[in-house]
Protein backbone atom coordinates (compact mmCIF):
# COMPACT_ATOMS: atom_id res chain seq x y z
CA UNK A 1 0.00 0.00 0.00
CA UNK A 2 1.12 3.06 -0.56
CA UNK A 3 0.54 6.68 1.51
CA UNK A 4 -2.41 8.13 2.85
CA UNK A 5 -2.54 12.38 1.48
CA UNK A 6 -3.55 13.97 -0.23
CA UNK A 7 -7.11 12.81 -2.11
CA UNK A 8 -7.55 16.60 -2.86
CA UNK A 9 -10.74 18.13 -4.34
CA UNK A 10 -8.57 20.05 -7.22
CA UNK A 11 -12.24 21.63 -8.58
CA UNK A 12 -15.39 22.23 -7.09
CA UNK A 13 -16.22 21.06 -10.73
CA UNK A 14 -16.26 17.46 -9.95
CA UNK A 15 -18.72 17.98 -7.29
CA UNK A 16 -22.19 17.24 -7.33
CA UNK A 17 -24.41 20.14 -5.45
CA UNK A 18 -26.65 19.14 -2.89
CA UNK A 19 -30.14 20.53 -2.11
CA UNK A 20 -28.60 22.21 1.25
CA UNK A 21 -26.25 25.15 1.73
CA UNK A 22 -24.70 26.55 4.85
CA UNK A 23 -26.87 28.92 6.77
CA UNK A 24 -24.90 31.70 6.06
CA UNK A 25 -25.37 31.01 2.61
CA UNK A 26 -27.83 34.02 2.31
CA UNK A 27 -24.34 36.36 1.81
CA UNK A 28 -24.20 36.95 -1.78
CA UNK A 29 -20.63 35.84 -1.90
CA UNK A 30 -21.45 31.93 -1.04
CA UNK A 31 -22.00 29.62 -3.02
CA UNK A 32 -24.49 26.53 -2.54
CA UNK A 33 -22.67 23.54 -0.80
CA UNK A 34 -21.34 21.06 -2.85
CA UNK A 35 -20.32 17.77 -2.39
CA UNK A 36 -16.72 15.53 -2.30
CA UNK A 37 -14.91 12.38 -1.56
CA UNK A 38 -12.58 13.83 0.79
CA UNK A 39 -13.04 17.62 1.78
CA UNK A 40 -15.51 19.34 4.34
CA UNK A 41 -14.32 23.03 4.65
CA UNK A 42 -14.46 25.66 3.00
CA UNK A 43 -12.20 26.89 0.00
CA UNK A 44 -12.17 30.43 -1.60
CA UNK A 45 -11.23 31.79 -5.24
CA UNK A 46 -12.27 34.66 -7.71
CA UNK A 47 -11.49 35.35 -11.16
CA UNK A 48 -8.21 37.63 -11.54
CA UNK A 49 -7.52 36.88 -7.51
CA UNK A 50 -4.17 35.62 -5.99
CA UNK A 51 -3.43 34.34 -3.19
CA UNK A 52 -0.16 34.85 -1.21
CA UNK A 53 -1.07 33.88 2.53
CA UNK A 54 -3.49 31.74 4.23
CA UNK A 55 -3.91 31.10 8.14
CA UNK A 56 -5.85 29.15 10.49
CA UNK A 57 -5.91 28.50 13.85
CA UNK A 58 -7.67 24.99 15.23
CA UNK A 59 -7.22 22.78 18.27
CA UNK A 60 -6.41 19.23 17.59
CA UNK A 61 -9.29 16.68 18.01
CA UNK A 62 -9.39 14.17 20.02
CA UNK A 63 -10.25 10.76 17.90
CA UNK A 64 -12.74 8.42 18.90
CA UNK A 65 -11.01 5.10 18.38
CA UNK A 66 -12.75 1.61 18.73
CA UNK A 67 -10.67 -1.21 20.09
CA UNK A 68 -10.77 -3.49 17.69
CA UNK A 69 -12.28 -1.30 14.73
CA UNK A 70 -10.62 -0.58 11.51
CA UNK A 71 -8.26 1.88 11.10
CA UNK A 72 -9.39 5.85 9.96
CA UNK A 73 -7.79 9.05 9.25
CA UNK A 74 -8.43 12.63 9.70
CA UNK A 75 -6.32 15.81 8.69
CA UNK A 76 -6.95 19.77 9.37
CA UNK A 77 -5.25 21.95 6.93
CA UNK A 78 -5.07 25.32 5.54
CA UNK A 79 -3.86 26.07 1.78
CA UNK A 80 -2.97 27.77 -1.36
CA UNK A 81 -4.15 26.34 -4.55
CA UNK A 82 -5.93 23.15 -5.52
CA UNK A 83 -9.24 24.13 -6.16
CA UNK A 84 -9.40 25.10 -9.65
CA UNK A 85 -10.53 22.45 -12.53
CA UNK A 86 -6.96 23.02 -13.92
CA UNK A 87 -4.38 22.93 -11.00
CA UNK A 88 -1.59 20.73 -11.07
CA UNK A 89 -0.50 21.91 -6.88
CA UNK A 90 -1.43 22.77 -3.61
CA UNK A 91 0.65 24.12 -1.04
CA UNK A 92 -0.60 23.34 2.36
CA UNK A 93 0.25 22.12 6.64
CA UNK A 94 -1.85 20.81 9.15
CA UNK A 95 -2.00 17.91 11.64
CA UNK A 96 -3.65 14.38 11.82
CA UNK A 97 -5.46 12.48 13.73
CA UNK A 98 -5.39 9.05 13.00
CA UNK A 99 -7.01 5.59 14.58
CA UNK A 100 -5.06 2.40 14.65
CA UNK A 101 -6.78 -1.25 14.42
CA UNK A 102 -5.87 -1.32 17.81
CA UNK A 103 -7.45 1.89 18.89
CA UNK A 104 -4.30 3.57 19.61
CA UNK A 105 -4.69 7.50 18.72
CA UNK A 106 -1.81 9.01 16.70
CA UNK A 107 -1.50 12.93 15.88
CA UNK A 108 1.21 14.22 13.50
CA UNK A 109 2.28 17.78 12.08
CA UNK A 110 2.81 17.63 8.18
CA UNK A 111 3.37 19.69 5.43
CA UNK A 112 3.07 18.50 1.38
CA UNK A 113 3.70 20.67 -1.72
CA UNK A 114 1.54 18.84 -4.52
CA UNK A 115 2.61 17.15 -6.37
CA UNK A 116 5.44 16.17 -3.95
CA UNK A 117 5.29 14.01 -1.28
CA UNK A 118 3.63 14.94 2.33
CA UNK A 119 6.36 15.44 5.11
CA UNK A 120 5.33 14.65 8.71
CA UNK A 121 7.16 16.97 10.92
CA UNK A 122 8.56 14.30 13.32
CA UNK A 123 10.21 17.01 15.62
CA UNK A 124 7.38 19.04 16.35
CA UNK A 125 4.83 16.70 18.52
CA UNK A 126 1.37 17.10 19.04
CA UNK A 127 -1.16 16.09 21.33
CA UNK A 128 -5.22 16.19 21.47
CA UNK A 129 -6.61 19.75 22.57
CA UNK A 130 -3.47 22.16 21.96
CA UNK A 131 -4.07 25.15 19.95
CA UNK A 132 -2.25 25.05 16.75
CA UNK A 133 -1.99 28.19 14.44
CA UNK A 134 -1.24 27.48 10.81
CA UNK A 135 0.32 29.82 7.80
CA UNK A 136 1.37 29.48 4.48
CA UNK A 137 2.78 32.29 2.07
CA UNK A 138 3.92 31.84 -1.20
CA UNK A 139 6.22 34.32 -2.97
CA UNK A 140 7.43 33.50 -6.58
CA UNK A 141 8.51 30.07 -6.43
CA UNK A 142 9.28 30.25 -2.65
CA UNK A 143 6.78 28.85 -0.45
CA UNK A 144 7.10 29.01 3.21
CA UNK A 145 5.13 26.95 5.44
CA UNK A 146 4.81 27.24 9.19
CA UNK A 147 3.02 25.92 12.42
CA UNK A 148 2.89 26.83 15.88
CA UNK A 149 1.31 24.99 18.79
CA UNK A 150 0.26 27.92 20.80
CA UNK A 151 -0.07 25.52 23.84
CA UNK A 152 3.42 24.38 24.05
CA UNK A 153 4.73 27.16 22.48
CA UNK A 154 6.79 24.74 19.83
CA UNK A 155 6.96 25.92 16.26
CA UNK A 156 8.23 25.03 13.35
CA UNK A 157 9.10 26.78 9.34
CA UNK A 158 10.47 25.62 6.47
CA UNK A 159 10.89 27.69 3.10
CA UNK A 160 10.94 25.60 0.09
CA UNK A 161 11.57 26.34 -3.74
CA UNK A 162 8.41 24.98 -6.04
CA UNK A 163 8.17 25.10 -9.76
CA UNK A 164 4.90 26.29 -10.31
CA UNK A 165 2.91 27.04 -7.02
CA UNK A 166 -1.11 27.87 -7.18
CA UNK A 167 -2.21 30.68 -5.94
CA UNK A 168 -5.56 30.62 -7.07
CA UNK A 169 -7.42 29.96 -4.03
CA UNK A 170 -7.01 29.27 -0.54
CA UNK A 171 -8.59 26.49 1.67
CA UNK A 172 -9.49 25.84 5.49
CA UNK A 173 -10.55 21.92 4.91
CA UNK A 174 -11.14 18.73 7.04
CA UNK A 175 -9.78 15.79 4.88
CA UNK A 176 -10.10 12.12 4.79
CA UNK A 177 -6.86 11.40 3.56
CA UNK A 178 -6.21 8.65 0.86
CA UNK A 179 -4.58 5.72 -0.31
CA UNK A 180 -3.15 4.04 -3.25
CA UNK A 181 -2.91 0.39 -4.99
CA UNK A 182 0.18 1.76 -6.85
CA UNK A 183 2.02 4.91 -7.19
CA UNK A 184 2.89 5.10 -10.82
CA UNK A 185 -1.40 4.80 -10.91
CA UNK A 186 -3.48 7.57 -9.30
CA UNK A 187 -6.70 6.11 -10.51
CA UNK A 188 -6.57 3.48 -7.92
CA UNK A 189 -6.56 6.12 -4.97
CA UNK A 190 -9.83 6.08 -2.72
CA UNK A 191 -10.36 8.30 0.44
CA UNK A 192 -9.44 6.50 3.68
CA UNK A 193 -12.21 5.58 6.38
CA UNK A 194 -12.36 9.24 8.44
CA UNK A 195 -11.78 8.99 11.56
CA UNK A 196 -14.41 10.08 14.50
CA UNK A 197 -12.74 13.93 15.31
CA UNK A 198 -16.53 14.67 16.71
CA UNK A 199 -16.38 18.62 15.82
CA UNK A 200 -12.78 20.78 14.96
CA UNK A 201 -13.30 24.29 14.79
CA UNK A 202 -11.18 26.91 12.40
CA UNK A 203 -10.78 30.02 13.53
CA UNK A 204 -8.63 33.31 12.60
CA UNK A 205 -9.29 32.09 9.35
CA UNK A 206 -7.54 34.97 6.43
CA UNK A 207 -6.71 35.05 3.37
CA UNK A 208 -3.87 37.46 1.81
CA UNK A 209 -4.21 38.97 -2.30
CA UNK A 210 -2.75 41.65 -3.12
CA UNK A 211 -1.37 42.70 0.06
CA UNK A 212 -5.00 43.03 1.77
CA UNK A 213 -5.83 40.72 4.66
CA UNK A 214 -9.29 39.35 4.40
CA UNK A 215 -11.59 36.89 5.93
CA UNK A 216 -13.38 33.69 4.55
CA UNK A 217 -16.00 36.36 3.56
CA UNK A 218 -14.49 38.99 1.90
CA UNK A 219 -16.57 40.57 -1.11
CA UNK A 220 -13.85 40.36 -3.15
CA UNK A 221 -13.97 36.56 -3.91
CA UNK A 222 -16.81 33.57 -3.39
CA UNK A 223 -16.96 31.09 -0.79
CA UNK A 224 -17.29 27.20 -1.81
CA UNK A 225 -18.52 25.25 1.42
CA UNK A 226 -17.94 21.58 0.96
CA UNK A 227 -19.03 18.21 2.49
CA UNK A 228 -17.71 14.51 2.30
CA UNK A 229 -20.23 12.31 1.45
CA UNK A 230 -19.84 8.99 -0.31
CA UNK A 231 -22.89 6.34 -1.28
CA UNK A 232 -25.50 8.73 0.31
CA UNK A 233 -23.65 9.09 3.40
CA UNK A 234 -22.54 12.52 4.31
CA UNK A 235 -19.63 12.30 6.79
CA UNK A 236 -18.52 15.35 7.76
CA UNK A 237 -20.20 18.41 6.71
CA UNK A 238 -19.13 22.25 8.00
CA UNK A 239 -21.39 24.33 10.12
CA UNK A 240 -22.16 28.03 9.14
CA UNK A 241 -19.41 31.03 9.01
CA UNK A 242 -19.14 32.95 11.92
CA UNK A 243 -20.91 36.93 11.46
CA UNK A 244 -17.01 38.33 11.21
CA UNK A 245 -16.46 35.52 9.10
CA UNK A 246 -13.13 34.24 10.03
CA UNK A 247 -14.55 31.05 11.94
CA UNK A 248 -16.20 28.02 11.48
CA UNK A 249 -16.84 24.33 13.01
CA UNK A 250 -16.34 21.04 10.54
CA UNK A 251 -18.27 18.07 12.14
CA UNK A 252 -18.07 14.82 11.90
CA UNK A 253 -21.06 12.99 11.06
CA UNK A 254 -20.15 8.89 9.94
CA UNK A 255 -17.00 6.68 9.02
CA UNK A 256 -17.97 5.40 5.53
CA UNK A 257 -15.07 2.89 3.84
CA UNK A 258 -15.40 4.48 0.14
CA UNK A 259 -14.34 2.47 -2.78
CA UNK A 260 -11.34 2.90 -5.23
CA UNK A 261 -12.40 5.88 -7.97
CA UNK A 262 -10.76 7.21 -11.56
CA UNK A 263 -10.02 10.39 -10.48
CA UNK A 264 -7.43 12.36 -12.64
CA UNK A 265 -6.16 16.48 -12.46
CA UNK A 266 -9.31 18.59 -12.74
CA UNK A 267 -11.33 15.51 -11.47
CA UNK A 268 -10.37 15.00 -7.44
CA UNK A 269 -6.01 14.39 -7.74
CA UNK A 270 -4.96 11.68 -5.00
CA UNK A 271 -1.73 12.57 -3.87
CA UNK A 272 -0.45 8.72 -2.86
CA UNK A 273 2.97 9.36 -1.38
CA UNK A 274 3.03 8.96 2.34
CA UNK A 275 6.06 11.24 3.37
CA UNK A 276 8.48 8.00 4.07
CA UNK A 277 11.04 7.68 2.18
CA UNK A 278 10.47 8.29 -1.39
CA UNK A 279 12.21 11.42 -2.64
CA UNK A 280 10.70 13.90 -5.47
CA UNK A 281 12.81 16.29 -7.05
CA UNK A 282 11.85 16.34 -10.78
CA UNK A 283 11.48 19.85 -11.49
CA UNK A 284 11.87 21.20 -8.10
CA UNK A 285 15.31 20.43 -7.34
CA UNK A 286 13.99 19.56 -4.39
CA UNK A 287 13.85 15.71 -2.87
CA UNK A 288 12.11 14.92 0.37
CA UNK A 289 9.76 11.83 2.01
CA UNK A 290 11.79 10.84 5.17
CA UNK A 291 10.05 13.86 7.75
CA UNK A 292 11.46 16.40 10.35
Known amino acids: MFGKRTFVLLGAIVAVVAAASVASAARANIAAMTTSSNWAGYSVTAPNVTYSDVDGTWVVPTVKCTAAGAETYSSLWVGIGGYGTNSASLEQI ?13 YTAWYELVPAPAVNVKA ?6 DIVAAHVHVAGTRVTLEITDQTTGAAFARTLRMASPD ?13 CQ ?21 TNATATSAGVTGSITDSRWTVYPTRIAAGGVISATPRAISADGSSFAVAWKATVLQQ ?7 QGQPMP ?7 YGGGYGY ?6
Open 94 to 106: GTDANCDASGNAT
Open 124 to 129: FVVSPG
Open 167 to 179: ISSAEWIAEAPAQ
Open 182 to 202: SASNLQTCSALPLANFGKATF
Open 260 to 266: PTPRGWG
Open 273 to 279: YPGSGYG
Open 287 to 292: GYGGGY
